[in-house]
C-alpha cells in the first residue's frame, strides 16, 4: 500500500501548477482509492496522500495542493 501511495503522492507533485483530468490521472497510474488522509473545509473535500492532495473541481478537473506543514 505504501508504494501505490508514493506513486500517487509522485504523480501530484509532477501536476501542481495546474489543473488535471480525471482521465489524465488514471492514465498515469493514479489510484483514487489510496489516500493518507481526508480534510474538509468550506464545504471542500481535500485529499491527501502525505503532504500533497487534491481537491475536485468542476468537470472532471482536480487541483492540486500542498499541505502546509508547520514546525515549533
Do not use: W
Not at 24 to 44: A, P, R, S
Not at 48 to 54: H, Q
Amino acid at each position: 500500500m505504501n508504494q501505490i501511495l508514493r506513486k500517487n503522492r509522485r504523480i501530484l507533485m509532477t501536476l501542481k501548477s495546474k489543473p488535471i483530468r480525471y482521465e489524465d490521472l488514471v492514465d498515469m497510474g493514479f489510484k483514487f482509492d489510496h489516500c493518507t488522509n481526508i480534510v474538509k473545509e468550506d464545504d471542500k473535500t481535500c485529499i491527501f496522500c502525505y503532504d500533497v492532495g487534491y481537491v475536485p473541481l468542476e468537470n472532471n478537473y482536480f487541483a492540486v495542493i500542498s499541505k502546509n506543514i508547520h514546525t515549533e
